[in-house]
Structure formats: structure tokens, C-alpha cells
């Protein structure tokens, strides 16, 4: 792997799990196994490194839903699916760790509001209901990873994906 894909690699590895402002530049590169200068060198700072890790990620969502039925299904197929706990974290994981964020957390909503609300809303017909629906999925990942709420089915059970089509459902259903 060359130099540059390593700093990128262990950037999204590091920074989207533990927050932009809560890793430093020599972790990537330790982590990475090169001078922290290549950082600069390669990407103009810190920031760059950041926004290298951005390329690409909301794509890789693939939110291409022809309507509400096929995204609930499609998502509810990605939470089931998802490895737990792997190396490379999800973009729910790097929006919850980073959207708030001081020095990118704007930079992270702008991208956000292009990208996967955008689509949200193309596919729900609606700017509110997308907000709720986007609202649901960010809860029920914090639910599920953050707070371990008893009461939230355990992830390979059949009540998992019963839950979560459930909150789903009634997001987009508020709005009948």
C-alpha cells in the first residue's frame, strides 16, 4: 500500500471512530507506520487528510431507491449485514463522531445535506419526513452501539430487523 493510501486508510480508521478532535496527526502516522511530515507533505495538514478520508464515503451508501418500500427494505438490509466492530467504520459512526465537531463538523453537515439527505429526500418526497427518517436511523444506531439500551434486539436475532423496519415504517408513516 503506498504512503498515501496508508495515511488515508488509518485516518478514516482512527478519525471516524474516535473524532477528528480527538486524534492527532502523529496517531495517523503511527498508526500508518511513516513520518508525521508526510501528513503535510501529502495532504496540506490535518484537515486534508480529513477530507481524503470524505472522498467517496457517501456514495458508497448507495441510497439508489426507486421509492420508500425499496429503501427501508435496502437499509434495514445494511444494519443486518454490517459487520460489528471491524476496522473500517461505517459513515453513521463517522457522522455521530465528527458532524459535531468544531473544526469539520460543518464540513461534514454540507456534505451530509448534499449527498445522503439529498437522496433522502428525493426518494420520500419530503424535506421533514427525510429529517425524521435520517433522525430514526442515527437513533437507533446510538441506541444500539452507544447507550446498549436493554429492550433493543440483539443484532442476528429475527427481532432486529423487525425493530428497525418498525422505526422505519413509522417515520415515514407520520407524515400520512
Known sequence: MKTKDKLVHHGRRLMWRHGYSNVSLRQVAAAAGVDVALVSRHFGGKFGLFDATLEGAFEKANMEFANTAELVDGLVEV??????GGDDPSILQMLLMNAGDADVGPHVRDLHEETLQARLEQIIGDRSGAALFMAV?????????????????????????AQLRHLMNGALGYWD
Not at 137 to 160: Q, R, V
Open 137 to 161: 436511523i442515527m437513533g437507533f444506531s446510538i441506541a444500539e452501539k452507544t447507550l446498549h439500551l436493554k429492550g433493543i434486539a440483539k443484532d442476528g436475532t429475527p427481532e432486529y430487523p
Open 79 to 84: 444494519f443486518v449485514t454490517t459487520p460489528r
